[in-house]
């Protein structure tokens, strides 16, 4: 999907957040946290080689899409990463719960 769509009618939050602070949608695969090392890694390896498959990833760039092939520890880094961007950014906005 074309982004530039949306450019129209969406409002831009320049000034409305920390300087060098980019938005954009991602989904990732978790499992509980009990989940064994092995379970884990397997369900990695299997997601990644999906996502190395032409057809795959054809059909993910059709939908705007970009697959990251991250290993578990990058994905949890990744986590902890737009977990401490997110939270700056509602504490500079001076957002508090309701």
Same mark, same amino acid.
């Given at each position: 999907m074309d982004s530039s769509i949306f450019k129209s009618r969406a409002p831009s939050n320049v000034g409305h957040a920390p300087r =060098?602070?980019?938005a954009s949608n991602w989904f990732g695969v978790g499992a509980?946290? !009990?989940t064994p090392a092995e379970i884990v890694e397997k369900l990695? &390896?299997?997601i990644n080689a999906g996502f190395a498959d032409p057809k795959i990833? !054809?059909?993910l760039a059709d939908l705007g899409g970009t697959p990251l092939a991250?290993?578990?520890a990058d994905f =949890? &880094?990744?986590i902890a990463d737009e977990t401490e &961007?997110? =939270?700056n950014?509602? &504490?500079f906005a001076g957002i508090k719960p309701e």
């Open positions: =060098g602070y980019e509980p946290k !009990a990695n &390896k299997e990833k !054809a059909r991250l290993s578990p =949890g &880094k990744f &961007k997110w =939270g950014v509602i &504490k």
